[in-house]
């Protein structure tokens, strides 16, 4: 296979045509796209919590001097900048990752500050980056500090021309305290906000004891603090394990609180999830109400100004607010689980997933190694002025002959240098020196400095020689950077709380609510239900569509729940107040749950709580079934009966002691329901044996009473010499009596 690679010059086709299999160029290809998108875009550094994009913009801004406290500049020059020397990508890319990083919904600390349109929790967009300004903000000056003075390592752009920091210094744990999201080539990062002043804490315990656990970090690190605020309601334990793999989730729900109005109380939103938009979660709620499956909640408004204000109204003032909300909770967005996948980019750029200690100490490591390399730097920059400062006092001591040379000799430079032996660099420092300056100079001053300087450099080296003044330089500039960003101030207080999710019974309180009223359950041969008030007298005079008829019809009440079974095993749930009227032919039954044609209703009752069920397949297997086990809230139902291939037949109340079934052979089996297990799902036990053909029909009755049977023509017959059929279950059974129905059933389908 032939793949096109960049010319090499050589050759007729100009080297730009190579053989190779194709298999091989795929997979290279595709791997280097892979390495790419895992390095270059998905995964934040552990280091400073910013994936190349988030980076450049603060670097870029640096660079044009939007610091805090400045005048704002236009987004559409930083983003021309950013696209233009850094980040040669798409302009909407950047300016939304601009924008994000201002919107204080989204970011726990904000590392931009924007003026202008920035977009809402409720959806709405930004507005054009040609109407807004921007610039950084005091979280964003702590990630940038000490990035001139050799904190960190520079590489070349893309194109050669300009430099760009690998990492920034990040003066806070900015990976935890923001968070992060992305999806790369066969993995994702997910990490949830969290408060900074507490992480800062957890990493002075690791400066004091690097063998501190997880749980000993977790006195200080209490769990996610999102920017939107709400309530963790996740587990303690829970936490523990996700900050010691790095993986899990953290359920947040909405802030709300009870308000009473003059007719009753309403419910008040003031915290919504982090990463729901507004908009949308009212829209549910009111789609909620509208489908009717929100039965304890009236009515929705938002009355949100600058703060959320979100009004839910009760369909009944009996309802409980902790009801209500816990139904709400399971059926809307007010509770949000979010993702917790810490998987980033360590120092050699090798993914991975860490846990909250390994996510700090590479973070301190980090911090360790800028302190040293600024050190450093200082330290270059003072043997610099004290080289300088020695030749000051050697032209002090001889001002008059230096002010001579410089006046009067033609190369005065190379005089000096051999006067009094200073250096090319302290003579260019001379030679810069105005002479009223150098008239001026006092000796006491030029000592004081140097003593001062030279105090200072022996400091450093004592520094750079000890680790453990490393690490305690390290904890004075975090407790600094904690003053600033502590629980004190309005950005630091913590937004989430803890709680537990309390412990109610919706579903009752849903049942409440619903007027308990008798009802006819019809099903038709087609699928089509509906519900007749009161009881059905005569169902011959029920009509039908043309070609339809009527297959079940039972009494009811609207609180029951009405149990479908069908011929693949599955139980499906029907409220009865949810069921349509009568008044015309009903809705089809395949519309309210996911059944296809192909699979047909075996049986429909009106769920009794504490019963239980005898059901069986075709094949002859079967077992007795606790009746609540059937109830399902899912609209594909429960699978309950393996079928293995076959299809069920049998689901009869068990409201006897004994059990008859009959074989497509015509042979009977009687035997105890005691011999039958009770199973809450599985493929069951065998009922009879058969040589050929499979199970036909089966009754229960109590064993005084005897078992009835009805012939086609509606007559019903005491069958009293049961017992001779009696056996154990599992054997082939006897052939039918004589006078037994033809259809070789107890009862006619």
């Given at each position: 296979?032939?793949?096109?690679?960049?010319?090499?010059?050589?050759?007729?086709?100009?080297?730009?045509?190579?053989?190779?299999?194709?298999?091989?160029?795929?997979?290279?290809?595709?791997?280097?796209?892979?390495?790419?998108?895992?390095?270059?875009?998905?995964?934040?550094?552990?280091?400073?919590?910013?994936?190349?994009?988030?980076?450049?913009?603060?670097?870029?801004?640096?660079?044009?001097?939007?610091?805090?406290?400045?005048?704002?500049?236009?987004?559409?020059?930083?983003?021309?900048?950013?696209?233009?020397?850094?980040?040669?990508?798409?302009?909407?890319?950047?300016?939304?990752?601009?924008?994000?990083?201002?919107?204080?919904?989204?970011?726990?600390?904000?590392?931009?500050?924007?003026?202008?349109?920035?977009?809402?929790?409720?959806?709405?967009?930004?507005?054009?980056?040609?109407?807004?300004?921007?610039?950084?903000?005091?979280?964003?000056?702590?990630?940038?500090?000490?990035?001139?003075?050799?904190?960190?390592?520079?590489?070349?752009?893309?194109?050669?021309?300009?430099?760009?920091?690998?990492?920034?210094?990040?003066?806070?744990?900015?990976?935890?305290?923001?968070?992060?999201?992305?999806?790369?080539?066969?993995?994702?990062?997910?990490?949830?906000?969290?408060?900074?002043?507490?992480?800062?804490?957890?990493?002075?315990?690791?400066?004091?004891?690097?063998?501190?656990?997880?749980?000993?970090?977790?006195?200080?690190?209490?769990?996610?603090?999102?920017?939107?605020?709400?309530?963790?309601?996740?587990?303690?334990?829970?936490?523990?394990?996700?900050?010691?793999?790095?993986?899990?989730?953290?359920?947040?729900?909405?802030?709300?609180?009870?308000?009473?109005?003059?007719?009753?109380?309403?419910?008040?939103?003031?915290?919504?999830?982090?990463?729901?938009?507004?908009?949308?979660?009212?829209?549910?709620?009111?789609?909620?109400?509208?489908?009717?499956?929100?039965?304890?909640?009236?009515?929705?408004?938002?009355?949100?100004?600058e703060d959320i204000r979100v009004v839910l109204?009760?369909?009944?003032?009996?309802?409980?607010?902790?009801?209500?909300?816990?139904?709400?909770?399971?059926?809307?967005?007010?509770?949000?689980?979010?993702?917790?996948?810490?998987?980033?980019?360590?120092?050699?750029?090798?993914?991975?997933?860490?846990?909250?200690?390994?996510?700090?100490?590479?973070?301190?490591?980090?911090?360790?190694?800028?302190?040293?390399?600024?050190?450093?730097?200082?330290?270059?920059?003072?043997?610099?002025?004290?080289?300088?400062?020695?030749?000051?006092?050697?032209?002090?001591?001889?001002?008059?002959?230096?002010?001579?040379?410089?006046?009067?000799?033609?190369?005065?430079?190379?005089?000096?240098?051999?006067?009094?032996?200073?250096?090319?660099?302290?003579?260019?420092?001379?030679?810069?020196?105005?002479?009223?300056?150098?008239?001026?100079?006092?000796e006491m001053e030029l000592r004081r400095e140097?003593?001062?300087?030279?105090?200072?450099?022996?400091?450093?080296?004592?520094?750079?020689?000890?680790?453990?003044?490393?690490?305690?330089?390290?904890?004075?500039?975090?407790?600094?950077?904690?003053?600033?960003?502590?629980?004190?101030?309005?950005?630091?207080?913590?937004?989430?709380?803890?709680?537990?999710?309390?412990?109610?019974?919706?579903?009752?309180?849903?049942?409440?609510?619903?007027?308990?009223?008798?009802?006819?359950?019809?099903?038709?041969?087609?699928?089509?239900?509906?519900?007749?008030?009161?009881?059905?007298?005569?169902?011959?005079?029920?009509?039908?569509?043309?070609?339809?008829?009527?297959?079940?019809?039972?009494?009811?009440?609207?609180?029951?729940?009405?149990?479908?079974?069908?011929?693949?095993?599955?139980?499906?749930?029907?409220?009865?107040?949810?069921?349509?009227?009568?008044?015309?032919?009903?809705?089809?039954?395949?519309?309210?749950?996911?059944?296809?044609?192909?699979?047909?209703?075996?049986?429909?009752?009106?769920?009794?709580?504490?019963?239980?069920?005898?059901?069986?397949?075709?094949?002859?297997?079967?077992?007795?079934?606790?009746?609540?086990?059937?109830?399902?809230?899912?609209?594909?139902?429960?699978?309950?009966?393996?079928?293995?291939?076959?299809?069920?037949?049998?689901?009869?109340?068990?409201?006897?002691?004994?059990?008859?079934?009959?074989?497509?052979?015509?042979?009977?089996?009687?035997?105890?329901?005691?011999?039958?297990?009770?199973?809450?799902?599985?493929?069951?036990?065998?009922?009879?044996?058969?040589?050929?053909?499979?199970?036909?029909?089966?009754?229960?009755?109590?064993?005084?009473?005897?078992?009835?049977?009805?012939?086609?023509?509606?007559?019903?017959?005491?069958?009293?010499?049961?017992?001779?059929?009696?056996?154990?279950?599992?054997?082939?059974?006897?052939?039918?009596?004589?006078?037994?129905?033809?259809?070789?059933?107890?009862?006619?389908?």
């Open positions: 296979m032939n793949a096109l690679l960049p010319p090499s010059g050589s050759g007729e086709d100009g080297g730009r045509i190579v053989d190779e299999p194709l298999s091989e160029a795929l997979s290279r290809r595709y791997l280097a796209y892979a390495l790419s998108t895992i390095m270059h875009r998905a995964l934040p550094d552990v280091r400073d919590g910013l994936k190349p994009v988030h980076r450049r913009l603060l670097y870029a801004m640096r660079v044009l001097r939007v610091d805090p406290g400045t005048t704002a500049k236009k987004c559409a020059r930083i983003v021309g900048d950013v696209i233009g020397k850094f980040h040669p990508h798409g302009d909407v890319a950047v300016y939304e990752a601009l924008v994000r990083l201002a919107q204080d919904f989204s970011q726990r600390y904000p590392l931009i500050d924007g003026q202008g349109n920035f977009g809402n929790i409720d959806g709405d967009n930004a507005a054009a980056m040609r109407y807004t300004e921007c610039r950084l903000t005091d979280a964003a000056a702590l990630l940038l500090d000490g990035i001139d003075e050799d904190a960190v390592d520079f590489r070349a752009t893309y194109d050669g021309e300009d430099e760009e920091p690998v990492v920034l210094p990040a003066g806070f744990p900015n990976l935890l305290a923001n968070g992060s999201s992305g999806i790369a080539v066969g993995m994702a990062t997910s990490i949830p906000p969290h408060n900074a002043a507490e992480l800062i804490d957890a990493c002075l315990i690791l400066l004091d004891r690097p063998d501190a656990t997880t749980p000993d970090l977790m006195e200080c690190v209490q769990g996610p603090d999102f920017p939107t605020g709400g309530v963790i309601v996740e587990s303690r334990a829970s936490l523990a394990e996700m900050y010691e793999t790095g993986r899990g989730g953290v359920r947040t729900r909405a802030r709300w609180e009870k308000e009473d109005v003059p007719r009753g109380w309403q419910i008040v939103i003031t915290e919504i999830p982090y990463q729901v938009k507004k908009s949308d979660l009212i829209e549910a709620l009111a789609n909620l109400i509208e489908a009717k499956k929100a039965p304890l909640l009236a009515d929705v408004r938002d009355e949100s100004a109204e009760p369909k009944s003032r009996n309802v409980e607010p902790e009801v209500l909300m816990e139904s709400l909770f399971k059926l809307s967005a007010l509770e949000q689980r979010f993702p917790v996948n810490i998987n980033v980019l360590d120092a050699r750029g090798t993914p991975g997933v860490m846990g909250l200690k390994t996510a700090l100490k590479a973070f301190l490591d980090h911090r360790r190694e800028v302190l040293v390399r600024r050190a450093r730097y200082r330290l270059a920059k003072i043997e610099a002025r004290l080289h300088i400062l020695e030749g000051m006092l050697i032209v002090f001591l001889n001002l008059d002959e230096v002010i001579r040379i410089v006046r009067y000799e033609d190369e005065p430079k190379a005089r000096l240098i051999e006067a009094f032996q200073l250096s090319d660099i302290q003579a260019e420092a001379v030679l810069n020196t105005r002479l009223r300056q150098l008239a001026k100079l006092e140097h003593a001062g300087l030279a105090e200072e450099r022996d400091g450093i080296n004592a520094l750079l020689a000890s680790d453990r003044m490393q690490w305690k330089l390290v904890g004075e500039g975090l407790r600094h950077v904690r003053d600033q960003l502590g629980p004190n101030t309005a950005l630091g207080k913590r937004r989430s709380t803890f709680a537990d999710a309390p412990v109610v019974d919706t579903i009752a309180a849903e049942q409440a609510l619903v007027v308990r009223e008798a009802i006819t359950v019809i099903l038709s041969d087609r699928g089509w239900i509906r519900a007749a008030k009161g009881k059905v007298e005569d169902p011959s005079e029920l009509k039908f569509k043309e070609g339809d008829k009527l297959a079940y019809s039972f009494p009811a009440e609207t609180t029951d729940k009405i149990i479908l079974f069908t011929s693949d095993g599955r139980f499906f749930t029907l409220p009865g107040d949810k069921l349509p009227s009568a008044r015309g032919h009903g809705e089809p039954v395949r519309l309210m749950i996911d059944l296809d044609d192909r699979t047909k209703i075996i049986d429909v009752f009106a769920h009794k709580p504490g019963r239980k069920r005898v059901i069986a397949s075709k094949a002859g297997y079967g077992f007795l079934l606790p009746e609540d086990e059937t109830l399902s809230a899912r609209k594909a139902g429960k699978q309950v009966l393996n079928v293995d291939g076959t299809e069920a037949l049998i689901s009869l109340p068990a409201d006897g002691d004994h059990l008859a079934v009959i074989g497509d052979n015509g042979k009977i089996l009687a035997f105890p329901l005691t011999e039958l297990p009770e199973m809450p799902r599985g493929k069951g036990v065998k009922l009879q044996s058969y040589r050929e053909g499979a199970l036909r029909d089966a009754v229960v009755f109590n064993e005084a009473a005897g078992v009835a049977t009805v012939d086609p023509a509606g007559r019903t017959r005491v069958w009293e010499t049961w017992r001779e059929w009696l056996g154990r279950r599992a054997a082939a059974g006897r052939v039918a009596p004589k006078g037994f129905p033809t259809s070789k059933r107890f009862k006619p389908r």
